[in-house]
């Protein structure tokens, strides 16, 4: 009996455990502001330690820990084309030229400035003195493989053709299959490479720091086969860190302070960890238990920590808007009526998606080449040209609405909206379908979410209505965003073409791109005519990221383009 | 008994077989594309991607090609979420903290399960039986996404006894992802040896038993907790599932390297190699669990024999 | 023996004449099954509670978005993640709108200048949750009770003719199901709802394709066991068709557990769209079910606990009724329980 006892007990105290458990959540308001408070003190020390830690010296251990927040689908410069991987190529590697904190492409690998040939289309860049991280020098012939490689129809870059061919003099016939001997770039010695292009090009020394321009060791790249960057031994860098412990599948990797570096003495971190963490709830309880460094802050969870004195804020030159589909199917769609899609683009309010929606410091875009992202030598940002193309108008929305719905011949619409399956995406598409349809009479918008890759394949096949979609450049320069509509162009994808709109991107690429002042123009103006008059895409905003960083964290740069941060300046002060 | 496993050995590999079938079909209707940067892709290199991973063959060929590779144990390459990796070596290297959390998570939820229907059976129809009725359910009721990040939040994060999440200090990372998946085995376990128990103190031995005079706990655990816990074994099958789904969500919550985790992010990147290949492992998995719960039940339990004879 | 009678006290027997007439009589009054069924759970309180809390939560789904004054859709950017506030009880602490900014207490109705009230407070759309939460449990049920419906369909159906024939039919149907139970299911629903337009049907679908084997594994079992009992072998003597058979004589045999089972279907299909929600295949945006509302909420938990708490509220009482009322059935129907 006494035994029977016990085991009552036990049986009570189990089920309890387990009942309060599973409650525990349901009166939380009370406790979780309770035991904020005094997380939020120790905070403030921190806080006080930052103004010291800014001036003051590097702490002795030189420890970063990160979040990702998807895994490396491949390290292989030629096949990367995530995010993921470009950021980490951008610390573990580097090429002739490297973003600088002030996010100017500066020689890196290069010893100095190319020279130029006076029509422009000659580069003559002179090699630094560097090795990988197997002491092996870093030479002209390991741009040179590289390229040639990135173009390789057999090695199926997507960068490699998209970013090379009609710049670099001969890349589109060698993507095609022609002998890779006929690509204008030529190692004339161990420290000379000459790059020979097919027009000229003004922004060619920011594409220098992209992760497909950087180069890879033949000897090396020769040996591994099949293996080569599977995982991170399978991996040469020349860049400031190493990659480690990364072994191919796995959600954790290291980055180590490569010793090889030639700028090595600038590099102050010595170890940086960093773990693959998808939710964004995880990142933040991560970080409040001081495991984590950095923690982005997505639309949920901006608001609640919009005053927090660790936020910090980065506009990014990634633009998102509405594609407007005139051809589905081979039939045309509503979209095809220009009054229609004027009518649409001005019917939602993007104020109060900025501020309550993503609530991160987002900006209502009525434009397509976001701002602080290029400017004239003199400094003046392109959208000073322009200004706003369109804007939130309800009434003036509904005068083209009902122009449109005249020529069509209807009095309802019904239309899809193809979106992404995040979130945020979902929340946003909901608010959008709301506005529209609340300001439009007569229009129903029907909510389509799928994933990545579905809608990839429905963006190709042209099978969709309206789809919510971004962009981010490639290279610091309008064009990344304006060539993006030309007719026929692989981004398109929505049966729009303007003559007046493909001739003026043509000027900009062609005959003006020696003159700065009226390739700026062409540019604007070809912006002017694809938003302003023929509404073919409908702005909404212009993204910006938040998140949460420690006080003692110093120096992460953020980039514009190619990979999204550089860790080479950055330090830690005051951890301790 | 070796007869038996033999044919149900055969079976197995028959149903596998099939399954690959199913799912290689299922796939080619699938939407998407794994060439995740078509828009990028020239069609010439798009051509060679796709000769590449054998794409472009006649789909009898590459039915063929795949079930040949299977009989090899080779589950092809991904495509887009691992470039180039084997998908066979993605699920090995994967398969480790799946296990571990998932064989736990089993266990805690069993143990705890009989216990707490145990109590419930013993006094039926009382408060006692109410209340871990209702703590059963509340076990089930409560999405795991929603359990895991309470734990995380209170356990780990606010009290501090266990990691928040990752995988780095061995056992005790897996605690946390261990109790949250625990939820569903015990709240199955515990409604089963309920009903099972009642049904046992019912029957005509225990009622000679207690003629006997024999104690309560004796009762208890002597007859009615033995012959209530053989068909536990048969639910030991949906258990597995149910942990399986459940590691899906667990997995992503506590950044995991496990199955679960990538999983769902093959299905987002329609990465058809390894949606195929994990489903085919899964499958493997729930196959095994179904034989191994077949013969445990023809040992445990003499009335039933495996000579092949239908119920 | 019959001596003894002598010794009995007198007066304490009465002697009682055989009357041929009763002996046939049946002193209970007659009850049917069913009847007897519904007798033995009116006396599980559990089960008769919950019947009435299912009752009320039924009501709700279908009176709640009409009694709100506000449409499940229809946002107020202004009002957006507003706690609940409901007249009265506001002044017992609780629905009071008062709620956590920037880990402050604040009466958020007032800074926000807001007249109206929110029972159930809005989200961060400034979406009414009174409205969404009765429109998400409408629509969580509807797609709990036709995939029940479809499951128990098909099961019964296969599972009948599988167990009643038996042999090889029996044989073959018995092997597709083993095929369709070795692939996850969980796998096959999401394959499923890749392959169809996302919604509320392909979901009810992909959950009916492998769901109903649990029930025709059931329904299998129990037509082999009454099969050759009998009764059955009565009726086939006396030249009862197949059919007649299955409909007269093992279907109310079999009904009890098929009930049964239904009922601990329904909750575990609620229980897969929430997951699927998660997964982010669920329900298509504006449309909101107990998942998709439990799923936007639970990363607010630190901040706007009402978003997740009364979704996750409305589908445990949900749960927990079905479960009760299952057992209470389940207790009821055995006929090994009589008393």
Not at chain 3, 185 to 193: A, E, G
């Amino acid at each position: 009996m006494k035994n029977s006892k016990l085991f009552w007990l036990l049986g009570l105290v189990l089920v309890l455990s387990i009942f309060l458990a599973a409650c525990g959540g349901g009166d939380d308001s009370d406790t979780s502001t309770e035991s904020e408070t005094p997380e939020e003190e120790t905070d403030t020390p921190a806080e006080g330690e930052e103004s010291e830690g800014a001036s003051g010296e590097p702490d002795a251990e030189q420890v970063l820990n990160l979040v990702e927040g998807a895994e490396i689908p491949s390290m292989d410069s030629a096949i990367a084309e995530d995010a993921v991987a470009f950021n980490i190529l951008n610390n573990v590697n580097e090429g002739l030229f490297r973003l600088n904190e002030e996010n100017v492409a500066i020689p890196a690998l290069a010893e100095s400035e190319p020279e130029i040939s006076e029509d422009g289309l000659t580069y003559t860049f002179k090699l630094r003195d560097a090795n990988w991280s197997d002491g092996t020098p870093v030479t002209a012939q390991d741009f040179e493989f590289a390229w040639k490689r990135a173009l390789d129809p057999e090695v199926g870059s997507p960068y490699g053709p998209y970013m090379m061919a009609g710049t670099i003099k001969g890349a589109t016939e060698v993507s095609e299959g022609a002998d890779p001997s006929e690509l204008g770039v030529v190692a004339e010695d161990e420290k000379t490479l000459v790059v020979t292009l097919e027009r000229p090009t003004p922004y060619f020394m920011s594409l220098m720091a992209f992760g497909t321009f950087y180069p890879q060791n033949e000897a090396f790249v020769t040996e591994k086969g099949d293996d080569y960057a599977l995982n991170s031994d399978n991996l040469l860098y020349n860049g400031p860190f190493m990659l480690t412990n990364w072994d191919g599948t796995g959600l954790t990797w290291t980055m180590e302070k490569n010793p090889e570096y030639w700028d090595a003495e600038t590099v102050q971190l010595e170890t940086i960890n960093v773990d693959v963490v998808k939710e964004t709830s995880t990142a933040l309880n991560l970080y409040q238990s001081g495991e984590k460094d950095r923690a982005g802050l997505s639309g949920e969870f901006a608001m609640q920590y919009a005053d927090d004195p660790e936020v910090v804020r980065e506009l990014e030159p990634t633009l998102f808007y509405l594609k407007f589909n005139q051809e589905r199917n081979g039939e045309e769609t509503p979209l095809a009526n220009v009054n229609i899609r004027k009518a649409i683009s001005m019917s939602f309010n993007k104020q109060d998606l900025v501020d309550v929606v993503l609530a991160n410091g987002s900006l209502p875009a009525n434009y397509l080449v976001p701002t602080e992202f290029t400017f004239t030598e003199d400094g003046a940002d392109f959208r000073e040209v322009n200004g706003d193309l369109t804007g939130f108008d309800v009434e003036q929305a509904q005068e083209f609405w009902a122009t449109g719905l005249e020529e069509i011949g209807e009095t309802e619409v019904t239309l899809e909206l193809l979106g992404g399956d995040s979130e945020l995406a979902g929340k946003m598409d909901a608010y959008l379908k709301e506005q529209m349809e609340t300001n439009l009479e007569g229009l129903t918008v029907n909510l389509k979410a799928v994933p990545f890759g579905v809608r990839l394949e429905l963006d190709e096949a042209q099978d969709y209505d309206m789809q919510n979609s971004g962009w981010g450049p490639d290279y610091q320069d309008p064009m990344t965003f304006i060539d993006l509509f030309v007719t026929g162009a692989s981004h398109n994808l929505m049966s729009y073409s303007s003559e007046e709109f493909d001739s003026l991107v043509e000027q900009a690429k062609g005959e003006l791109a020696q003159d700065a002042t009226a390739r700026w123009e062409a540019m604007a103006e070809a912006e002017r005519i694809l938003i302003e008059e023929d509404a073919a895409i409908a702005p909404i905003y212009q993204r910006a990221t938040m998140a949460l960083q420690k006080p003692y964290v110093q120096n992460i740069i953020s980039h514009p383009f190619g990979g999204d941060y550089s860790y080479k300046w950055a330090f830690i002060s005051g951890k301790e | 008994m070796a007869r038996y496993i033999g044919k149900r050995i055969i079976y197995m590999v028959i149903t596998l077989a099939l399954i690959a079938t199913f799912t290689f079909f299922l796939m080619k209707i699938l939407p998407g594309s794994p060439i995740a940067s078509a828009d990028k892709l020239s069609p010439e290199q798009r051509a060679v991607v796709e000769a590449r991973y054998g794409l472009d063959d006649p789909l009898p060929v590459q039915y063929f090609n795949y079930m040949f590779g299977l009989v090899q144990g080779d589950l092809g390459i991904s495509i887009n979420q691992f470039k180039g990796a084997d998908v066979t070596d993605v699920i090995l290297s994967r398969m480790g903290p799946s296990a571990q959390i998932g064989f736990q998570g089993m266990l805690l939820g069993t143990v705890l399960g009989i216990l707490l229907g145990m109590i419930a059976a013993l006094r039926q129809n009382t408060w006692v039986d109410y209340s871990s009725t209702i703590v059963a359910i509340i076990g089930i009721s409560i999405p795991s996404f929603v359990f895991a990040s309470m734990l995380q939040y209170f356990l780990g994060l606010k009290l501090g006894w266990f990691p928040v999440a990752l995988w780095k200090d061995g056992f005790m990372s897996s605690v946390l992802p261990s109790i949250a998946l625990a939820m569903f085995p015990l709240a199955t376990a515990a409604r089963f040896i309920r009903t099972e128990m009642i049904e046992v103190l019912s029957s005509d031995y225990i009622t000679l038993a207690k003629a006997k005079g024999a104690s309560g706990s004796e009762i208890a655990f002597k007859h009615a907790f033995r012959n209530a816990l053989i068909p536990l074994i048969t639910v030991l099958g949906p258990m597995a599932v149910g942990i399986l789904t459940g590691s899906l969500v667990v997995e992503q919550i506590f950044a995991i390297p496990g199955i679960g985790e990538q999983f769902v992010k093959s299905i987002m990147v329609s990465d058809f190699s390894i949606i195929m290949g994990t489903t085919i492992f899964f499958s493997v998995f729930l196959i095994l669990v179904i034989l191994i719960v077949d013969i445990m039940y023809g040992i445990i339990d003499p009335r039933i024999r495996l000579s092949g004879g239908k119920s | 023996m019959t001596q003894n009678y002598d010794k009995l006290p007198q007066g304490s027997f009465d002697r009682i004449p055989r009357d041929t007439q009763q002996a046939e009589r049946i002193s209970k009054p007659s009850v049917s099954f069913w009847q007897d069924a519904w007798r033995r759970l009116r006396k599980n309180k559990g089960a008769i509670f919950s019947l009435i809390l299912f009752g009320l939560i039924v009501l709700m789904a279908l009176l709640g978005p009409i009694i709100s004054p506000y449409s499940p859709n229809a946002q107020t950017i202004t009002h957006a993640n507003l706690p609940p506030k409901i007249p009265v009880i506001e002044n017992l602490g609780i629905f009071d709108g008062v709620g956590t900014l920037g880990g402050k207490e604040v009466d958020l109705y007032e800074m926000k200048n807001v007249d109206q009230n929110y029972w159930f407070g809005t989200d961060g759309l400034g979406r009414d949750m009174f409205s969404r939460v009765w429109k998400g449990t409408q629509v969580s049920l509807f797609i709990a009770f036709a995939a029940a419906a479809i499951d128990m369909l098909i099961g019964v159906i296969y599972g009948g003719i599988s167990g009643y024939f038996g042999g090889r039919v029996d044989d073959i149907m018995q092997r597709i199901v083993e095929i369709l139970t070795g692939i996850p299911n969980l796998v096959v629903v999401i394959l499923f709802i890749m392959i169809m337009d996302p919604g509320i049907l392909a979901i009810i679908i992909a959950l009916t394709i492998t769901g109903w084997t649990g029930m025709s594994r059931v329904v299998r079992g129990q037509v082999l066991k009454y099969k050759t009992q009998e009764f059955v072998l009565a009726a086939r003597t006396l030249g009862a068709s197949d059919g007649r058979i299955i409909r007269k004589h093992l279907m109310p045999n079999v009904l009890a557990v098929i009930i049964i089972n239904t009922m601990f279907t329904i909750p575990s299909a609620i229980f897969f769209e929430a997951f699927l929600s998660f997964i982010g295949l669920g329900l298509q945006a504006p449309d909101a079910s107990l998942g998709t509302l439990i799923n936007d909420g639970y990363k607010l938990i630190q901040y706007q606990p009402h978003i997740l708490a009364i979704p996750a509220f409305v589908l445990s009482l949900i749960m927990i009724a079905f479960n009760l009322i299952g057992d209470g059935l389940r207790d009821a129907l055995d006929p090994k329980m009589k008393d």
